[in-house]
Structure formats: structure tokens, C-alpha cells
């Protein structure tokens, strides 16, 4: 008897934790259908007495919402290609090719993580632009790739150190060479880590404003975090537009979150490997 009694109160505490964690979900969307009236003077959790779709469509092509979306996937994809592609390669090679610094490359890398993104704005700002590429999509890319970088090659890394040699030395006696051994035999077995760092990846540069706010001055450029930027006007603020596009901006991570929610459970059972 009491045990089931310990069993409900967790489940109420569980169903009010969900509640709670929705509820925003829930307000974000009836609002995307609403005006302004009815978001400020309304009732939080009442329905619109109108659904307006219109705020869609002003949202999509009168905000230009359409063109942000368009470069926040093209940037967070060319990020996670290369963040994925370098932090499996680099992590193979410190952990399974000795060499002198191995260890000391790999604690440089893990600096990395600790060092603040505020910290390096200006330096970045001021190399960019030395380099010629302040304004473009490269000028956010390759930092969004090496902020992300030193975490993937931690995680991966740790994950390789579980990963048993022989299969990669039965590869080796079978004429494989290092780098068909790696995308053979050792690539196809870091799936649940690889799907833990893109999750993180993808979040991260997705939903990231700073970077893009200092290094992006062209309008047409602007990532969707960025863009959204442009629903506060000098005197007033269109909410409903303003919510339809983040309804917009996240219905990406649901997707995700629906499509690999798989491979998420899996990648969050290799991550116990990091201890």
C-alpha cells in the first residue's frame, strides 16, 4: 500500500513537471494565432476567439522569415557536417594513434571548452576581418566549428577508449589501411555518440544569437534567431507574427526530437561511458 502511494505521488509529480515544462509550448502556439489585443489583454491559456493564420504569412515573407530559416539551415548543416566529420577523425587519432603530445593536444582541445564565447568576439572580430570574411556565412561557420569542436572530440574520445582494438587490427590483417579501417569499420560503430554530439550541435548553433549579432551586418545574411530581431519596432511590437515565427524557428527541434528520439536514448546510454 505504500508503496503505491509513493508510485501515484510521483506520477502527479511527474504529470505537474510536465505541465509546467509544456504550458510555454502550449502559450507560444495559441499565440502565433492571436493579435495583439488578444495577447496582452487576454486570457494567457484561452483559445483566439479568431485564428489567424495571417500571422504565418506576414511572419514567412513580409518578416523575411523565409530567408533567415533559409541560412540558419545552411549554416547549422555545413556546422555539423564538418564538427562531425573532424571531431570523429581527431578523436580516432589521439586515442588510438600514440604519439608524444597526444595527451597534451587533447587537453589543449578540452581548453577550449572552458574558455568563455565573450571572451573571443573581439579577437575573432578583429581576425576576420583581416581575413576578409567578416559579413558571410564563413565569418560564423568556422567559429561556430571550432567552439563546438573541442566537446565533440571529448565525447567521441571517450567513447573510442571503450571501442575494442581488435576489430580494428582484424581490419588491418584483412589489407585494410588506417583511414578505410576508420570509416569502415570504426565510423559505422560511433552512431549513439556521433547522434549525442549532433543533438548538442545542432541546439547550440541553432538557437546561437551572439555570434551571429557581431560578425553579420548584412541583412540578407541574418540567421532565424538574428531575424527575429526585426518584429520589435521603435514604437511597438507585433506579438502574433513575432510568436508565429518562433513557432516556425521551433518546430525544427520537435522534428528532430520525433524523428531520432531512437537514437537520442541510445546516444544518452553511451554517454555514461563519460565518467
Given at each position: ?32 494565432f492571436?493579435?495583439?489585443?488578444e ?67 587533447l587537453?589543449?582541445l ?17 581576425i ?31 567513447f ?111 554517454g555514461?561511458?563519460?565518467?
Amino acid at each position: 500500500m505504500l508503496r503505491k502511494t509513493k508510485n501515484s505521488s510521483l506520477y502527479i509529480l511527474m504529470i505537474i513537471i510536465a505541465v509546467l515544462q509544456l504550458f510555454p509550448l502550449y502559450w507560444l502556439v495559441i499565440s502565433a494565432f492571436k493579435d495583439n489585443s488578444e495577447i496582452i489583454g487576454g486570457t494567457v491559456w484561452a483559445l483566439p476567439t479568431e485564428w489567424r493564420l495571417s500571422n504565418f504569412t506576414e511572419a514567412w515573407v513580409s518578416a523575411k522569415v523565409n530567408q533567415y530559416f533559409g541560412n540558419s539551415v545552411i549554416v547549422t548543416l555545413v556546422t555539423l557536417l564538418f564538427v562531425l566529420l573532424f571531431a570523429s577523425m581527431m578523436a580516432y587519432a589521439l586515442t588510438r594513434m600514440k604519439f608524444k603530445y597526444n595527451s597534451l593536444i587533447l587537453f589543449m582541445l578540452l581548453m577550449g571548452v572552458m574558455v568563455p564565447i565573450h571572451a573571443t568576439l573581439i579577437p575573432l572580430f578583429m581576425i576576420l576581418k583581416n581575413l576578409g570574411i567578416l559579413s558571410s556565412r564563413l565569418s560564423i561557420i568556422l567559429p561556430y566549428i571550432a567552439v563546438n569542436l573541442p566537446i565533440g572530440v571529448y565525447m567521441l574520445s571517450a567513447f573510442l577508449r571503450t571501442m575494442p582494438k581488435e576489430l580494428e587490427e582484424a581490419a588491418f590483417m584483412d589489407g585494410c589501411g588506417v583511414v578505410k579501417s576508420f570509416f569502415k569499420v570504426v565510423l559505422p560503430l560511433l552512431k549513439p555518440p556521433l547522434a549525442s554530439v549532433a543533438i548538442f550541435v545542432f541546439l547550440a548553433v541553432w538557437n546561437e544569437l551572439l555570434m551571429a549579432a557581431t560578425f553579420i551586418q548584412k541583412q540578407e545574411l541574418r540567421t532565424l534567431p538574428l531575424g527575429l530581431m526585426n518584429f520589435s519596432g521603435q514604437y511597438s511590437i507585433s506579438w502574433g507574427p513575432l510568436a508565429a515565427a518562433m513557432v516556425i524557428s521551433t518546430l525544427p527541434i520537435l522534428l528532430a526530437y520525433v524523428l531520432f528520439s531512437d537514437q537520442m536514448e541510445k546516444s544518452f546510454t553511451a554517454g555514461a561511458i563519460l565518467k
